[in-house]
């Protein structure tokens, strides 16, 4: 019998892998994103909180085999297969070859990027904060291909495709979810 999957147990399996104090942010941020869509989409605010708590649960510890040594991982831990398919589906045509197929998995293939692109470009502001961030600033560095070079424009363009959403809207959803979590994350800023 598999044990009871909740955000105590997600989150204390996350930290017995990760230490980095940024990627345990940018959890704090895919999962406060998931829920928003969740609430949004009027699906298990839980269940999307929990697989956006633990998308990188095996990304400090191993790298190289980042979304697929977290099947392992989450399979020995006792947890469901749509749990352990949705965190393997983010990193699709990345590092992985998990097709997002449920909506769920598509907002977090989505988003995932996007919550960086976001954190990168509060951090540039006087303000410091994501709670004065607009679409319009973030399409703004969107443009700038040497800003925040890291995160994959290209995903973010083909899940909103997936979604069926337009992009501006993707964006203004995923900072109205960052901003529920603003000073978890440090981007509470100096407003």
């Not at 965190?87 to 995932?112: A, F, K």
């Not at 973010?156 to 959803?173: C, V």
Request: charged share 30%; aromatic share 8%.
């Amino acid at each position: 019998m598999p044990k009871e999957i909740n955000r105590e147990v997600a989150l204390a399996l996350f930290k017995e892998y990760n230490q980095d104090e940024s990627l345990f942010r940018h959890a704090l941020s895919v999962e406060a994103v998931m829920r928003h869509f969740a609430v949004l989409f009027g699906e298990d605010e839980e269940k999307w909180g929990i697989i956006g708590l633990i998308h990188d649960l095996d990304y400090e510890r191993y790298p190289d085999q980042h979304c697929v040594k977290v099947k392992e991982i989450l399979t020995n831990e006792g947890w469901p297969e749509d749990y352990i398919h949705a965190v393997q589906s983010h990193g699709w045509g990345l590092c992985s070859d998990v097709e997002p197929v449920e909506r769920m998995e598509n907002v977090l293939y989505t988003i995932d990027e996007l919550t960086g692109l976001i954190t990168a470009a509060a951090l540039v502001r006087p303000s410091k904060s994501v709670l004065d961030l607009e679409v319009k600033s973030v399409k703004k560095k969107w443009k700038d291909k040497a800003f925040a070079a890291g995160v994959n424009r290209e995903v973010i363009i083909k899940g909103a495709e997936r979604l069926g959403m337009p992009l501006e809207e993707i964006i203004k959803e995923t900072i109205a979810g960052m901003r529920k979590v603003a000073a978890e994350i440090g981007l509470e800023g100096n407003l």
